[in-house]
């Protein structure tokens, strides 16, 4: 039986560190994304009916983790639409918002008892917990937002109402999840140690870059054989913000992969029988507002997104 796309919004830059990519929901509808998938042949179903947004605050929680309590609430509203559309035999399709709305997709899997594995697609591994980063960074310092994947691990330090959602604890062991795309200049040092001390799968932009089909499919075949489903997330600053400036942060000027490179990727990891979701995030709107640039660069990245899913098969696993 082939499974339908339903295409879930969850806009909310609470995790985020300025606001802007609670818009990108609605963008991308007003950009024709749901019809752009319907015409490379998916099965489409959006319904519409995000939760109301939820935008950044500055000031609010504490200094190393901001808008705790409304990260918390929408993760959870994150899990419960995922948990709808799985329990209705459709594949999520869930566009952020912020990195910590995995924590939600996720959950809502692991609810479902599917043996999962996450492939994270981002140019940061989001290892951090609040408190390990120390003063004087950069912009993300108090962000949850790039502290997902330390919460789903549970590290020493995460907010423990956030690492506690879903039906087990931690959501993930290291061995459960992949970090590709990674930009190793712009990791904090603690993240590079958690990558280290628990052998986290890491494949960097660089290598990525050179066969991004070769990569992904040595990835999962050495990788995913224990995993049921395949979740992927995919954090647009894995991409070059030169070419394609659509990214929260322009810190992937002169680093991150091509539009085309991570398409290609992507399509490999669509292609996939055990491919059970994809979340997309980070997307800022407000990026290039006054030059049309970054609406421009949405169609393109929605034409390439199109692009990767016509590998889907739409056959359950």
């Known amino acids: 039986m082939e499974r339908k796309i339903e295409i879930i919004g969850i806009p909310s830059s609470a995790g985020a560190n300025t606001a802007g990519i609670e818009q990108a929901p609605a963008m991308l509808r007003e950009l ?34 901001s808008n705790t309590e409304a990260v918390i609430a929408y993760v959870e509203h994150a899990r419960k639409r995922v948990t ?35 492939v994270y697609f981002d140019g940061h591994a989001d290892l951090n917990v609040p408190g390990s980063v120390p003063e004087g960074t950069g912009e993300f310092l108090e962000s949850l937002d790039w502290m997902g994947v330390g919460h789903m691990l549970d590290l020493e330090g995460a907010v423990t109402e956030l690492a506690g959602i879903g039906s087990r604890r931690p959501l993930l062991a290291p061995s459960d999840v992949a970090v590709i795309g990674f930009v190793p200049e712009q990791a904090s040092d603690f993240e590079r140690h958690q990558i280290d001390a628990l052998g986290i799968r890491v494949i960097d932009w660089t290598t990525i870059a050179r066969d991004p089909e070769r990569e992904m499919i040595e990835l999962l075949g ?28 322009s810190a992937s ?6 539009l085309q490179q991570a398409t290609r990727a992507l399509s490999i990891l669509v292609g996939d029988p055990r491919f059970a979701g994809l979340t997309i995030a980070e997307i800022n709107p407000v990026r290039g507002a006054e030059d049309d640039s970054s609406r421009r660069a949405l169609q393109a ?17």
């Open 253 to 258: 000027r002169d680093v991150g992969l091509t």
């Open 32 to 65: 024709g994304i749901a019809d752009s998938l319907r015409e490379a042949g998916l099965d489409v179903i959006d319904r519409n009916d995000d939760a109301p947004v939820w935008q950044w605050r500055a000031g609010t929680g504490g200094v190393t983790a």
């Open 84 to 118: 709808r559309a799985i329990g209705e035999g459709n594949l999520p399709l869930v566009l952020g918002g912020d990195c910590t709305i995995e924590i939600g997709t996720l959950a809502a899997h692991l609810d479902a008892e599917y043996r999962v594995g996450l």
């Open 301 to 317: 990245f929605i034409k390439a997104l199109a692009t990767a899913f016509s590998s889907y098969t739409g056959e359950r696993q």
């Open 222 to 249: 050495s990788w995913s054989d224990q995993f049921e489903h395949v979740l992927v997330h995919l954090d647009v600053d894995v991409l070059n913000f030169t070419e394609t400036p659509i990214a929260d942060t």
